[in-house]
């Protein structure tokens, strides 16, 4: 009788770790699944694979460290480039990113920027990706000129967090819809890679872009 009340409950216990097991597992993969199909509703693969091939960095993972914060690029440095004229080693205006109230249940996040894309940027859908400090944001961005033009972005930020910033910070941009652009922006299709020329987007307590730096130069998502 003893022998048959502890197989039942080495049965029973393997039963429940299996379940566990089974468990962990669709949950891991459910989580994958959401974050895949936000970047593929944020990105669509064709910009995707066009911003890979500039050179960006992408942390993959769905447990990205929490990089709610302000930080300040400078100098922003041209690394690749398929807008006809750049010349590589380029500089643009200093750039201030806003990343908020990040999720990593949904893998959403708000980005606002400072010069990152036009005067103001503007996140409309954001997810996240990334793993130990290491992080991917993916973007869609509406990017403002004026009050009356502006262009459909869509933008990858990668780097490592750190106590002092966002070290190897690069963004990526591909304009993917110039309707109300103008010529202020980046032909429609075109894209640049960026890189902060001091490999660190040091954290800022301050969202404001100094007066000096609003006509200093033009920013990467600017026709030159």
């Known amino acids: 009788m003893k022998k048959q009340i502890i197989l039942k409950s080495i049965l029973a216990i393997l039963v ?5 097991s089974t468990s962990s597992c669709k949950k891991e993969q459910s989580a994958a699944e959401i974050q895949t ?18 050179g960006v960095t992408i942390h993959e993972g769905t447990t990205p460290p929490i990089v709610n914060g302000i930080y300040i690029a400078n ?4 690394l690749a480039s398929t807008v006809a004229g750049d010349i590589i080693g380029n500089t643009f205006a200093d750039v201030k990113v806003k990343l908020t109230d990040q999720n990593n249940s949904t893998f959403g996040i708000t ?12 996140s409309i859908v954001t997810a ?9 944001v993916y973007g869609k961005v509406k990017a403002s000129a004026n009050s009356s033009n502006y ?13 002092d910033g966002i070290i190897n910070y ?16 980046i032909p429609e299709g075109t894209g640049r890679l960026i890189k902060d020329g001091n490999n660190l987007a040091s954290t800022t307590s301050f969202f404001r872009i100094s007066n ?3 006509e200093k130069d033009k920013t990467a998502g600017q026709h030159p």
């Open 128 to 136: 996240i990706s990334g793993s130990g400090n290491n992080f991917t």
């Open 111 to 122: 980005l606002f920027g400072k010069k990152l894309l036009g005067d103001n940027d503007t």
């Open 170 to 185: 690069q963004d990526a941009l591909i304009n993917i819809d110039n309707s109300n652009g103008g010529s202020l922006f």
């Open 75 to 78: 100098p922003t440095v041209l």
């Open 16 to 20: 429940l770790s299996i379940g566990v």
């Open 212 to 214: 000096a730096n609003t």
């Open 37 to 54: 199909k936000r970047i593929s509703d944020i990105i669509p693969q064709k910009y995707l694979d066009s911003l890979i091939r500039l």
């Open 151 to 163: 262009a459909i972005f869509a933008i990858i930020i990668s780097g490592t967090l750190s106590a």
